[in-house]
């Protein structure tokens, strides 16, 4: 049989059993529009009861603060277009980084369209946003920042607690797009002065297509999705009851389990890195400490990212190069260039994303197939034997 190893976690991941099977009840048993008076009714409602309890648990925020969407990019979409219209009469300004999910960055492309000025700060070389540039970056008129919790290329985690500090002081609503991070790292609403953040169930071993926004009380937003009066009046549309009923419960257990994938994943994530960079002419995309645990993102000079990934994928490894969304497309990822690397260089990268069900043996099997993969490709490359002449003269 041919062997399968799913490198790819950042871009989703599968749906757990027992995930699964409190969902399926909700597509043929329970299947009573939420809305709805009858009997049959009540347990699609209580199911969502539960489900929001539970996300507030893993949060820390109330259970009356979250709302289930489409998945991260409507979470995210609502909270820049929604807030930001909102709070149209204070400012008219919002500060983000260059190192966003397209979600948010498109969306707040979108709002500059629409009369909003709009802020992308810098990262350093390893992803990291600088707080004193946070800091230079706020106006008379800024009314949102919106800066990524953990970026899903190379697994950088932002200084999210000492934004939240800044903006609680200058009274600038926080949203942050922590679809990369809940479930996978402590997330605390309370103590890091989050207002507004963004989650999607097929990060954390959920199903597809389903998300919340966590609201924080008092906040004002315009709705994005008009109609009846679900999620109380502000996201319309009948209710995904099976897939918030799956997110709920992944959340749980994701975060039940938290501290102990975490200490497995780290090693396996560190043997990766440690690995591959022993390959001469890499380096290493993102931090070394302050990194997502299942994240590895390394560059091979002289080669194209796209390549490896077809050999990978040809010895049954499935990768990514940049992100899903981009990958398709010849220009490098916005966020290896962001990090100061030349397109030539940033073409090369490949991200590693493991999961909490990768076992050693499968990480020792990209470590014997990648360097193969890369001596192969610097052969055929001009870029690779154009550096070699040059070294002989
Ligand atoms: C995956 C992802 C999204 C988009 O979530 P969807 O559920 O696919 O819409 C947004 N932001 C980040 C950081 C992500 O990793």
């Known amino acids: 049989m041919k062997k399968h190893v799913y490198m790819d ?6 749906t757990k059993p027992e995930v699964l099977e409190e969902m399926l009840p909700y597509f043929t048993t329970y299947y009573g529009n939420p809305s709805s008076i009858y009997s049959l009714s009540r347990e699609t409602k209580k199911a969502l009861d539960k489900s929001r309890d539970r996300v507030a648990k893993a949060i820390n925020a109330e259970s009356n603060e979250i709302y289930f969407t489409g998945g991260g990019s409507e979470a995210d979409n609502w909270a820049i277009k929604g807030i930001a219209n909102a709070y149209r009469d204070k400012g008219n300004h919002i500060i983000t980084t260059n190192i966003e999910h397209h979600a948010v960055l498109h969306a707040c492309e979108y709002l500059e369209k629409h009369g909003f000025e709009v802020t992308y ?50 009274k600038i609503i926080f949203h942050t797009d922590a679809v990369q991070a809940v479930g996978h790292i402590p997330v605390d609403v309370k103590e890091m002065n989050i207002d507004a953040l963004s989650m999607a169930a097929h990060k954390f071993y959920g199903p597809k297509g389903v998300g919340a926004l966590y609201l924080r009380k008092g906040i004002k937003i315009h709705n994005l999705v008009h109609g009846g009066g679900q999620e109380r009046a502000r996201r319309a549309g009948t209710e995904n009851v099976a897939g918030i009923v799956g997110l709920g419960k992944a959340l749980e257990l994701a975060t039940e389990h938290m501290e102990e994938h975490n200490a497995k994943m780290t090693k396996l994530r560190d043997k990766l890195i440690n690995e591959l960079l022993k390959v001469p002419y890499t380096r290493l995309n993102g931090p070394r400490e302050n990194r997502l645990p299942g994240n590895a993102n390394i560059c091979f000079e002289f080669i194209e990212g796209e390549s490896i990934l077809l050999l990978l994928d040809a010895n049954g490894i499935a990768a990514s190069s940049g992100s899903a969304c981009t990958s398709g497309s010849l220009d490098p990822s916005h966020v290896l260039l962001a990090l100061g690397l030349p397109h030539e260089i940033a073409h090369g990268s490949l991200r590693l994303s493991i999961g909490d069900e990768t076992t ?27 550096f070699n002449k040059k070294g002989e003269k």
């Not at 976690?9 to 599968?14: G, I, L, R, S």
């Not at 050693?360 to 014997?368: A, G, I, Q, S, Y």
């Open 9 to 14: 976690h950042a871009a989703t991941t599968y």
């Open 121 to 170: 700060l810098p990262v350093d070389k390893e992803g990291f946003v600088s707080v004193e540039d946070f800091k230079n970056a706020i106006k008379e008129n800024t009314i949102l920042a919106t800066i990524m919790f953990a970026n899903n290329e190379i697994g950088t985690i932002e200084p999210i607690k000492e934004i939240g500090a800044i903006c609680k002081e200058k």
């Open 360 to 386: 050693e043996e499968e990480v020792n099997h990209v470590l014997e197939v990648v360097p193969q993969i890369i001596t192969r490709l610097r052969d055929m490359s001009p870029l690779w034997d154009t």
